[in-house]
């Protein structure tokens, strides 16, 4: 029986992000998605996703998914049998960023949850194209059903995430690097630089998407999860 497959989502994301790949992927393993909205650090979204994790298992995640991914395999690297990493960062929070969280975050507690997640939908979220708009509206509608607290939160947790390049040059499992060539919130060359990082990872690039390929180029992002998972 392969082993089972726990898939981490974006931020304000819930198991839709992954929702072309459950599809196609559950026929063959089981499929686990672990919510990561609970606490205010990746460290704490770390521990909650061993607690409910298999012993053993692959691992995927995307945006800030990949960055708790991460935070699992420092904690608990014998557990996690592959790893993939998408459209992530493995840099910890500059003081720029962590700064310009603030304004967003006193905006969603004064109510505007709405306004801010559609300017950080902005039109380079995506690769261009005419499913665009389908999938920035179900990014809403995630976002949306999440709620203010999750937002809190994980921006939270995001400004006082650690830095994990040391993480990713201990690697000896097999290690998937993918992103969508449009992504300019997680680049190409963001991606690159955490390949090179790792023993033997696999670097893919996905034509006509952005931040999120799961969505936009779901084909492709199956084809290359399938084949990390049979290395």
Same mark, same amino acid.
């Given at each position: 029986?392969?082993?089972?497959?726990?898939?981490?989502?974006?931020?304000?994301?819930?198991? &839709?992000?992954?929702?072309?790949?459950?599809?196609?992927?559950?026929?063959?393993?089981?499929?686990?998605?672990?919510?990561?909205?609970?606490?205010?650090?990746?460290?704490?979204?770390?521990?909650? /996703?061993?607690?409910?994790?298999?012993?053993?298992?692959?691992?995927?995640?995307?945006?800030?998914?990949?960055? /708790?991914?991460?935070?699992?395999? &420092?904690?608990?690297?014998?557990?996690?049998?592959?790893l993939a990493l998408m459209d992530t960062n493995a840099l910890a929070e500059t003081p720029a960023?962590?700064?310009?969280?603030?304004?967003?975050?006193?905006?969603?507690?004064?109510?505007?949850?709405?306004?801010?997640?559609r300017e950080e939908m902005k039109p380079d979220y995506l690769a261009p194209g005419a499913g665009?708009?389908?999938?920035?509206? $179900?990014?809403?509608?995630?976002?949306?059903?999440?709620?203010?607290?999750?937002?809190?939160?994980?921006?939270?947790?995001?400004?006082? &995430?650690?830095d994990q390049q040391n993480v990713l040059r201990k690697l000896k499992i097999p290690t998937l690097?993918?992103?969508?060539?449009?992504?300019?919130?997680?680049?190409?060359?963001?991606?690159?630089?955490?390949?090179?990082?790792?023993? &033997?990872?696999?670097?893919?690039?996905?034509?006509?998407?952005?931040? $999120?390929?799961?969505?936009?180029?779901?084909?492709?992002?199956?084809?290359?999860?399938?084949?990390?998972?049979?290395?």
């Amino acid at each position: 029986m392969p082993e089972p497959l726990v898939f981490l989502p974006g931020m304000m994301c819930d198991g &839709r992000l992954y929702g072309p790949q459950i599809k196609a992927l559950g026929r063959d393993r089981a499929i686990h998605l672990a919510p990561i909205c609970a606490h205010e650090t990746v460290e704490a979204l770390a521990t909650e /996703v061993l607690a409910s994790a298999p012993p053993t298992f692959a691992l995927a995640g995307l945006s800030m998914g990949g960055i /708790v991914a991460m935070e699992v395999v &420092r904690r608990a690297p014998a557990r996690v049998t592959r790893l993939a990493l998408m459209d992530t960062n493995a840099l910890a929070e500059t003081p720029a960023y962590a700064a310009a969280r603030e304004p967003q975050i006193a905006r969603v507690m004064a109510g505007s949850l709405v306004e801010v997640m559609r300017e950080e939908m902005k039109p380079d979220y995506l690769a261009p194209g005419a499913g665009r708009q389908a999938v920035l509206d $179900l990014v809403m509608d995630m976002a949306l059903d999440m709620g203010e607290g999750v937002f809190l939160r994980q921006s939270r947790a995001l400004q006082r &995430r650690p830095d994990q390049q040391n993480v990713l040059r201990k690697l000896k499992i097999p290690t998937l690097i993918l992103c969508g060539e449009h992504d300019r919130l997680c680049p190409v060359a963001r991606h690159q630089f955490m390949a090179d990082l790792i023993f &033997r990872a696999t670097l893919v690039v996905v034509p006509d998407a952005g931040h $999120l390929p799961t969505l936009e180029q779901p084909e492709a992002v199956n084809a290359a999860l399938k084949q990390w998972l049979a290395a």
